[in-house]
């Protein structure tokens, strides 16, 4: 949709401020309208203490005297990007964004032995203290009088180390428990999917089995040239003698585990953001099927601990999937058969639409659509190893005016994937254009029996229910999801959720709860909790509440303008300034610490 920049704007007659594809965003009371000045004026304010009313009494002064409430000018970056020759401003990751390790956030940390009751292994040697007066007197003070994972689970791991300690430690620095929680939680495996020591072992001296990717491997062709012939199957083994345990329990490609895609709503796998704690958030709005975030194959098969902690699964999480990227056959299917044999999953997903350069320059992502011969093998092989359906993402294409998807879908259907989601964009394109949904409707045509699930623009139940028109077996939600988590709730129940700010502090405060279960409730996990809440809170920001809007629904791509909420809460969610969210978190988690520093993983989103 094209900018009519030229036309007159009449703030006076609309009320109304422009989003970046030209639609307008009408607000009911133009009182609600202010300039930048005055947003952070408030906000400003406010943190030190001031009354509101004094606030609200400076921004009703005569308007003629002031600047007139036309769109705000566009946010600048944290960097200063006015001196690069192009005068663009970068988009993507912000790499050399500042990162400190949890670590670093503990002055002094209490023996692990400690905190179990037992004897430390390393005596003398130990680098932590094990002096636990003088450890609770340099602790840092606690940050609430009460411990989700203690009244949750009747008994906390983290003890004295737990920054809500005070909660279930006795004065003589004893760990207090409640038997009748701890009873019903005994023996319940909450998480799933966890490496074990001894699989990490075998997969750093690579002495892991991987018997049915070796055969498939066997079976193809050395032959590089672009004449190569089709890659065959492997051939049945013939037996003489009596019926074997291996021949009775090996599955047809009929018996695998079925999954019913048809009609359900799909969060996205979704990096840095998607992580389990947020999918539990999503699942109680009515997510249907969750994934997890995109995982290295090459990284798995080295047991890489932070990589493995990618496919943990929740017990909430009835339907999960894990999302694989890698741009070889080999890799690819002995990860497929790793998996297989040592996590409970639903399917496994291939990330075939990743736009990154990381990724895409290696082969990998949007860089097996250009690579059919490849793609064809991976897809194959990783289907021989696997007993759960296998699924593939990927995006229109590579180029923005050359679409590629509707050559691939025919072909995906005679390589047995199980369902395909197509995200309407090109990589070229990353996110700065609508979707194509006119082409996902071909394409959802073309891979007819197969489910083809559409994604791209979902954040409203009217989007939704546009999307289902076009003849697709189900929607995936991605940054509508991260905008607004209930938009599952709104979708079910086909109706525009006016949710107050009270009600989505609540769900940043169950954010909160279950990263302190995931990444615990010392200092380190606390921070960690902090850091992945902040990176929620940079698309949070980007939605305006519906009893603000005269036209409804809110758009994906519209920029929010400068508002005053209904009151200071909804205020401080609408800021796009780092510092405010830093704000929102202390609510929950209390101070940061004196070292602290944040920067969204995403330029998009890093607004000073």
Same mark, same amino acid.
């Given at each position: 949709m094209n900018l009519r920049a030229s036309k007159a704007y009449n703030v006076s007659k609309s009320h109304c401020l422009r989003s970046k594809t030209g639609n307008n965003i009408l607000t009911k009371h133009v009182q609600f309208l202010t300039t930048k000045d005055k947003f952070h004026g408030l906000l400003d304010s406010e943190s030190q203490g001031s009354k509101r009313e004094k606030a609200s009494e400076s921004d009703t002064v005569d308007d003629s005297k002031e600047t007139s409430l036309e769109e705000p000018e566009p946010k600048r970056l944290k960097q200063n990007f006015e001196g690069r020759p192009d005068g663009k401003r970068l988009r993507g990751q912000n790499k050399s964004r500042p990162h400190t390790k949890p670590t670093a956030y503990d002055e002094k940390r209490l023996c692990h032995s400690i905190i179990q009751n037992k004897e430390c292994p390393f005596g003398a040697k130990c680098f932590f203290d094990h002096d636990i007066v003088k450890y609770m007197d340099s602790k840092p003070p606690d940050i609430g009088e009460t411990c989700h994972i203690y009244e949750t689970f009747g008994k906390c791991a983290y003890g004295l180390s737990c920054r809500f300690a005070k909660a279930h430690t006795t004065p003589d620095f004893k760990s207090m428990e409640k038997a009748d929680l701890v009873k019903v939680y005994e023996g319940r495996t909450m998480v799933k999917n966890n490496m074990s020591k001894e699989l990490q072992g075998r997969l750093r001296k690579r002495s892991v089995s991987f018997e049915k990717s070796e055969k498939y491997l066997k079976t193809?062709?050395?032959?590089?040239?672009?004449?190569? #012939?089709?890659?065959?199957?492997? /051939? !049945?083994?013939? %037996?003489? $003698?009596? @019926?074997?345990?291996?021949? =009775?329990? &090996?599955?047809?490609?009929?018996?695998?585990?079925?999954?019913?895609? #048809?009609?359900?709503?799909?969060? /996205? !796998?979704?990096? %840095?953001? $998607?992580? @389990?704690?947020?999918?539990? =958030?999503? &699942?109680?709005?009515?997510a249907d099927i969750t994934c997890g975030e995109m995982a290295m194959c090459t990284n798995l098969l080295q047991g890489h601990q932070s990589e493995w902690a990618l496919l943990r699964r929740h017990e909430s999480e009835d339907v999960f999937g894990i999302q694989l990227e890698g741009s070889f056959?080999?890799?690819?299917?002995?990860?497929?058969?790793?998996?297989?044999?040592?996590?409970?999953?639903?399917?496994?997903?291939?990330?075939?639409?990743?736009?990154?350069?990381?990724?895409?320059?290696?082969?990998?992502?949007?860089?097996?659509?250009?690579?059919?011969r490849k793609f064809e093998r991976i897809v194959k092989g990783m289907n021989y190893v696997l007993d759960v359906p296998l699924t593939v993402k990927i995006r229109t294409g590579v180029q923005e005016k050359s679409n590629i998807a509707h050559k691939l879908i025919p072909e995906m259907k005679n390589w047995?994937?199980?369902?395909?989601?197509?995200?309407?964009?090109?990589?070229?394109?990353?996110?700065?254009?609508?979707a194509d949904w006119d082409y996902i409707t071909t394409c959802a045509k073309l891979a007819s029996p197969i489910p083809l699930f559409g994604n791209g623009d979902i954040l409203s139940y009217e989007d939704a229910m546009k999307?289902?028109?076009?003849?697709?077996?189900?929607?995936?939600?991605?940054?509508?999801a991260l905008i607004k988590p209930w938009i599952f709730t709104e979708i079910k129940e086909s109706r525009h959720w006016d949710i107050s700010s009270s009600e989505r502090l609540d769900i940043l405060?169950?954010?909160?709860?279950?990263?302190?279960?995931?990444?615990?409730?010392?200092t380190r996990g606390v921070e960690r909790t902090r850091t992945f809440l902040l990176e929620w809170l940079s698309f949070l920001c980007r939605y305006i509440p519906v009893g603000l809007l005269e036209r409804v629904p809110q758009k994906i791509n519209e920029r929010p303008p400068y508002y005053m909420g209904r009151n200071y809460l909804e205020t401080l969610m609408a800021s796009q300034n780092v510092e405010d969210w830093i704000r929102i978190s202390e609510m929950l988690l209390g101070p940061v610490p004196k070292n602290f520093e944040f920067l969204p993983k995403h330029k998009a989103n890093s607004y000073k």
């Open positions: 193809l062709s050395d032959n590089k040239d672009k004449g190569a #012939q089709q890659d065959k199957q492997p /051939a !049945p083994v013939k %037996t003489v $003698g009596p @019926l074997t345990d291996a021949d =009775v329990i &090996k599955l047809r490609p009929c018996e695998k585990k079925q999954v019913d895609f #048809q009609d359900k709503l799909y969060l /996205a !796998p979704l990096t %840095t953001c $998607g992580n @389990l704690p947020f999918r539990r =958030v999503c &699942k109680r709005f009515g056959p080999d890799t690819m299917t002995r990860c497929a058969e790793l998996i297989n044999n040592n996590t409970e999953v639903d399917f496994v997903d291939i990330n075939s639409g990743c736009p990154i350069d990381l990724v895409y320059n290696k082969g990998g992502g949007c860089g097996l659509m250009t690579r059919t047995g994937v199980s369902m395909i989601t197509l995200h309407g964009r090109s990589r070229e394109q990353r996110y700065t254009k609508l999307a289902k028109e076009t003849g697709v077996s189900g929607i995936m939600i991605a940054r509508g405060k169950d954010f909160s709860n279950f990263g302190l279960e995931h990444w615990g409730s010392d």
